[in-house]
């Protein structure tokens, strides 16, 4: 321990000083004994050798010991070596173990080395435990060796932290594909990646995104997610971000801000919706739903809050059987449904199945706007006329056309579209 309190000032001695200091003949070459302890010569004269030590610091001949073996024994001359702080004295003996390690377990060649010489800093013991410990592991078919080409500096972490945060993916179902596109991801601790998560998952805005590939980046860019979230509450246009605005460029977020693009029901989000709240075998209902004329135009986040309410009162089918009332409104529906128990109860009649209930709440969502689609914009507005009773006969007669097989309607006033609304 005192070797190391005393080392800063040891580099600074003469090197005539530092042998009186540590009982170094004055006769013997430093570098020569440096380099025979790690089993090779130095091909200069003794004269000049020791000429060399006359004028110099030994914390400069160390240095010109550690451009000799670079240059000479390891192929991998570089001027501005001895300028880095951090690669001044480095072990030469580790320096040599890391070399081969890089070379021959991780097949990386010279110029790749050079490129990434901090790597010749690296805790040897560390690098070999971190390629054991994920010999068999892939990342979306990648294997260590090629992941660590990609992204070198995940050499400089610790292997059983890596370990742990990634058996938390995993537990955590984070996407295969999310890690490979993030893989400097792993540079966060376990502590850091599950308080953001946990963040997230708490945040109304940003939860919906937790099962999308580019969830490991939304955690990663936190800070950035954050402020932006922030800032879009209130701009008032949270409703129209979707995840690839959160992760974005400072310049393409600049041209959300400005209007330049915009985001709402987008194809590849709505359909990632619908694999999850739905299921992957749900996912055709898409086409579906693109018939309707303001799809696009529908938040995500209450696409997906209608559809988790919905859930709670009816199937998976009987939703899919109405598919376009997710795009409504939960407490229009809500509101909605409420009065069609009532006025049915009201009637004694109960025998209708949960599918033509949902069939009627869509027609009734539709009817006060004429059947032209605006009933997906947030209204208070009642659906149901004053006296909700009056056109029972029509109501009836569409129910009774409604059945578990298909989705017939009679040509009702005003229901072509509710016909082409209800098409599965």
């Not at 994920?134 to 979306?140: A, E, H, P, R, S």
């Not at 209608?306 to 229009?332: A, R, V």
């Not at 004694?348 to 949960?354: D, E, F, K, L, V």
Request: positive net charge; proline residues 2%.
């Amino acid at each position: 321990m005192s070797i190391i309190f005393r080392f800063p000032v040891l580099m600074q001695k003469s090197v005539t000083k530092f042998k009186k200091i540590n009982g170094i003949s004055s006769t013997q070459s430093i570098m020569k004994t440096v380099f025979s302890n790690i089993g090779m010569k130095v091909h200069i004269p003794e004269e000049k050798l020791m000429k060399s030590e006359i004028n110099m610091r030994i914390g400069e001949y160390y240095q010109l010991c550690m451009l000799y073996h670079k240059t000479y024994h390891v192929k991998l001359h570089d001027e501005l070596f001895y300028k880095k702080k951090k690669m001044k004295y480095l072990s030469l003996s580790e320096m040599s173990k890391m070399l081969d390690v890089l070379r021959n377990k991780c097949l990386f060649d010279v110029e790749f080395i050079k490129q990434h010489e901090y790597l010749l800093n690296v805790d040897v013991d560390n690098v070999e435990q971190f390629l054991n410990e994920f010999k068999y592991v892939k990342i979306n078919d990648k294997n260590i060796i090629e992941i660590i080409r990609m992204y070198p500096r995940l050499l400089l972490r610790n292997a059983n932290e890596v370990k742990e945060l990634l058996q938390i993916f995993q537990n955590f179902k984070i996407p295969t594909e999310s890690l490979y596109t993030v893989v400097k991801a792993l540079e966060m601790k376990k502590d850091t990646f599950l308080k953001r998560y946990m963040s997230i998952e708490n945040n109304l805005e940003l939860a919906i995104w937790l099962q999308h590939p580019r969830i490991l980046l939304m955690i990663y860019l936190y800070k950035v997610v954050i402020n932006r979230l922030t800032y879009m509450r209130r701009m008032n246009c949270i409703y129209n971000a979707n995840v690839h605005i959160y992760t974005s460029s400072n310049k393409f977020f600049s041209r959300f801000m400005v209007g330049d693009v915009c985001f709402t029901a987008a194809g590849k989000d709505l359909t990632y919706i619908l694999r999850k709240e739905l299921g992957h075998d749900k996912v055709h209902v898409m086409s579906s739903i693109q018939k309707h004329p303001y799809w696009k135009y529908v938040p995500l986040i209450r696409i997906n809050q209608t559809i988790q309410y919905l859930k709670k009162k009816f199937s998976i089918d009987d939703i899919c059987k109405n598919i376009h009332i997710i795009l409504y409104p939960m407490s229009t529906i809500d509101n909605t449904l409420n009065l069609l128990y009532k006025e049915y109860s009201l009637q004694g009649r109960h025998n209708y199945t949960p599918t033509q209930y949902l069939a009627l709440c869509l027609y009734k969502l539709e009817q006060k706007h004429h059947f032209t689609g605006d009933g997906v914009w947030q209204t208070d507005m009642s659906v149901f006329e004053p006296n909700f009773l009056g056109d029972t006969y029509e109501t009836h007669n569409l129910v009774d056309l409604i059945n578990d097989d298909c989705n017939e309607v009679i040509n009702l006033n005003g229901t072509a579209w509710l016909e082409h609304l209800l098409q599965y």
